[in-house]
């Protein structure tokens, strides 16, 4: 007895409910897989975002720890100012290496997202800017010509987003002021590629925040000197210091929570999912019992009937696994494009990596479950007696 072909016809007998306990396996594998790619994709996206700050030290006004990490990845949270002399201060530090003053501002564009309205964040900075992100490569155009012209350089998306090139001119919203673009950068998958840089004097005198800088970037020639160095700029009362392990740890933390609770969404749709393929096979065999206890009386064992439900458990299970995962990667991008829309500050590149591992994994998971969830049923059929089993049945 082949007991594979015997239990997909077992299985086409009763289509509905089959496919019923296959999408259910489905869309539970697809949701684990979903979230499982989320989470590592999130991750990775994050770490290549800090990575590419190109500083191992932020140094921002007082305020919450966690704006300072959304003004560092998205120029978010609530902006505070700080004077410039801090930087001026800081520079002199033998330790550092490379240092960059930076002034984040944000202008509400009327015009943007099709008439609702929108952010548009602008930068002010140096050319010390360039020094600590070298990578950074200029599609056209070209740096700025003084330290304070009407210039500005957009990032990759925001020139295509506001189709300029160079030699436009732009318009900042609220502000009587022209400026012409200078350069645009090549796309860096960052959040620079939103971003419209300034000169930092220009954005100075634009958003009239005369010798007020928001952030300070330092990279320094040792990092093992990091520790020291944070402490020492601890004494100064306007100021925090945030390092990329902060960042990192923060953000990371408040994840933490999210990620408990998607994982036990997606434990309870697989549990779920389980105990309908359970009731599946057990409503086949219980219709089934005259058909198990004539395979009995013409010989079947207990071990074969017992391997004819496993399989059909097993098979289910397997179908629904296939499915799911196919779901979660053919919808990866439709799912990566509305966590983009829910979370406000998403890093840069892919949030949802299925890797083929982790697709193997949750397939091997799903015929593990499977192969659990057909113990009790084929058990249940095993232990039929022939006889018993045709008399119920009339």
Excluded at 157 to 163: S, Y
Excluded at 364 to 387: Q, S
Aim: glycine share 10%.
């Amino acid at each position: 007895m082949n007991l594979f072909i015997v239990s997909l016809k077992n299985l086409r007998h009763k289509r509905i409910r089959t496919a019923l306990s296959v999408g259910g396996v489905g869309i539970a594998v697809a949701v684990l897989v979903s979230l499982l790619g989320f989470d590592a994709g999130y991750q990775e996206a994050l770490q290549t975002d800090i990575d590419r700050m190109g500083y191992q030290v932020l140094v921002t006004a007082k305020g919450c720890p966690y704006e300072a990490a959304t003004l560092m990845l998205k120029g978010g949270g609530g902006l505070r100012y700080m004077d410039q002399t801090v930087y001026e201060k800081i520079i002199s530090d033998k330790r550092i290496d490379k240092i960059t003053p930076q002034l984040v501002a944000t202008a509400f564009d009327p015009e943007r997202s099709e008439g609702r309205g929108g952010i548009t964040l602008f930068m002010g900075i140096t050319s010390s800017y360039r020094e600590l992100k070298p990578w950074m490569k200029f599609h056209s155009g070209n740096w700025f010509s003084s330290n304070n012209a009407a210039e500005v350089i957009m990032g990759y998306e925001v020139a295509e987003l506001e189709q300029r090139s160079v030699g436009d001119n732009i318009f900042i919203p609220g502000h009587d002021n022209i400026l012409k673009v200078a350069g645009i950068f090549e796309r860096t998958g960052t959040q620079d590629d939103g971003i419209i840089f300034m000169p930092l004097g220009t954005t100075q005198k634009i958003f009239e925040l005369p010798e007020k800088i928001t952030g300070i970037g330092i990279k320094l020639k040792d990092l093992t000197q990091l520790s020291a160095f944070e402490e020492d700029l601890y004494n100064e009362p306007a100021i925090q210091v945030i390092s990329m392990a902060q960042v990192k740890g923060t953000i990371f933390n408040l994840m933490s929570s999210a990620r408990i609770l998607a994982n036990a969404i997606a434990t309870v749709a697989v549990v779920i999912a389980a105990i309908g393929v359970i009731n599946t096979i057990l409503m086949s065999v219980f219709e089934r019992t005259r058909e198990i206890g004539v395979m009995k009386a013409l010989g079947a064992s207990q071990g074969e009937v017992f391997c004819l439900i496993w399989v059909e458990t097993t098979l289910v299970c397997f179908i629904g696994g296939v499915i799911g995962s196919t779901l979660a990667v053919i919808g990866g991008r439709l799912v990566e494009y509305l966590f983009k829309q829910i979370l406000p500050y998403a890093p840069s590149g892919r949030l949802i990596i299925i890797s083929p591992i982790l697709l193997l994994s949750s397939l091997a998971g799903t015929i593990i479950i499977g192969l659990l969830a057909g113990l009790y049923p084929a058990a249940r059929a095993a232990a039929m007696r022939p006889v018993e089993a045709i008399r119920t049945s009339d």
